[in-house]
């Protein structure tokens, strides 16, 4: 499902990325850690093409998005990659529900096919009885299981994780953590997660440690 063949990637004189090549099969959950600075989100950011490498290519679902131009790569994005962040990044003045039809919207999907999958993620979240509520109104959990319907609206090929938990309370943290294997199991989601949580990344099927721009390791957990 995804394959990133000797991405390199530096800022100024800085070389964040060295050389890390990296495969994850279909409905296969990844965990990356490692140190602040080793490179995780950047590495994160060029597979899900909001970075183009400075050497390297990106496959994603057998297509080469290292190749598209600016267009056609904004509409893969759209179409094919799901994001979910640290921070929600929920839009205050919509609702739960318009918050994850947006995504589907601006694909220029058909409305009723939008807010029909929306109804049925919400109600996958356990939300379908806050649908109506703004993000002010939610717990820091609840805006979190929102901002990952949304990112699944679109039925992307891949759903990729930066710190997903790491604003959470534990109880919470715990919910968001099972719901990643949940979507595998009901939806065969594909997942990358970088994290700091040791539990977390332990969960997955592979831990995927990185240190200075550089893969160090693979451990398969599960």
């Known amino acids: 499902m995804i394959r990133a063949t000797d991405i ?62 600016d ?19 929920l ?11 947006i995504p589907g919207l601006i694909g220029r999907r058909p409305r009723a096919d939008v807010e029909r999958r929306a109804a049925e993620l919400l109600d996958m979240m356990g939300l379908a009885a806050r649908r109506d509520h703004k993000p002010g109104q939610l717990s ?9 319907a949304r990112a699944l609206v679109n039925s992307p090929a891949v759903l990729l994780a930066d710190e997903p938990s790491g604003n959470l309370d534990s109880h919470n943290r715990d919910e968001i953590h099972r719901l990643f294997f949940d979507l595998r199991e009901r939806l065969g989601q594909t997942v990358v997660i970088v994290t700091h949580d040791e539990n977390l990344a332990a969960m997955a099927d ?15 957990v599960r």
Do not use: W, Y
Request: hydrophobic letters at 40%; a neutral charge; aromatic letters at 6%.
């Open 8 to 69: 390199h990637k530096s800022f100024g004189t800085l070389e964040v990325l060295k050389g890390v090549s990296l495969d994850v099969a279909q409905g296969e959950v990844v965990s990356i850690v490692g140190a602040s600075g080793a490179g995780k989100t950047t590495l994160l950011q060029i597979i899900g093409t909001l970075s183009r490498p400075d050497g390297g290519r990106v496959e994603i679902d057998g297509r080469d998005v290292s190749a598209l131009g």
């Open 71 to 89: 267009r056609a790569l904004s509409q893969f994005r759209n179409e094919r990659i799901g994001f979910v962040f640290q921070f929600h990044h």
């Open 91 to 101: 839009l205050a003045e919509f609702t739960a529900f318009e918050n994850v039809c």
């Open 140 to 148: 820091g959990g609840e805006q979190q299981r929102v901002a990952i």
């Open 206 to 220: 592979r831990k995927i440690t990185m240190s200075d721009g550089l893969i160090l390791g693979c451990e398969t």
